[in-house]
């Protein structure tokens, strides 16, 4: 018992030097393979989860890049286009 709580803090340690930007974008990354192997599977496809992956993978991206305009500003900004967009180019529903 005492060899495995020895492994698991050192694997801790190890995981703790890779930073925010390794662990978002795995987790991205994870999240949308998932997503590719239920389309492969002709399962439903969830918007929400790829939306969520993309969200982790530039959060992923943007910290090891290290960029200094924040992240969620740009993204809010973007979403608000894209709301934008979306109603001036819309279909008028009855």
Known sequence: ME????????????????GWGVG????????LGKQASRKYM???????EVVCGVLFVLGG???L???R??????????????LLLSALCG????
């Open 3 to 18: 060899f495995l709580f020895h492994l698991d803090r050192h694997c801790i340690a190890l995981l703790s030097h890779l």
């Open 24 to 31: 978002l974008l795995g987790v991205g990354i994870i999240i």
């Open 42 to 48: 002709a399962l439903g496809f969830e918007a929400f």
């Open 61 to 63: 991206i943007w910290e």
């Open 65 to 67: 890049l290290s960029v």
């Open 69 to 82: 305009i924040g992240l969620v500003p740009v993204v809010c900004i973007a979403a608000g286009v894209a």
């Open 91 to 94: 279909k008028a529903r009855d």
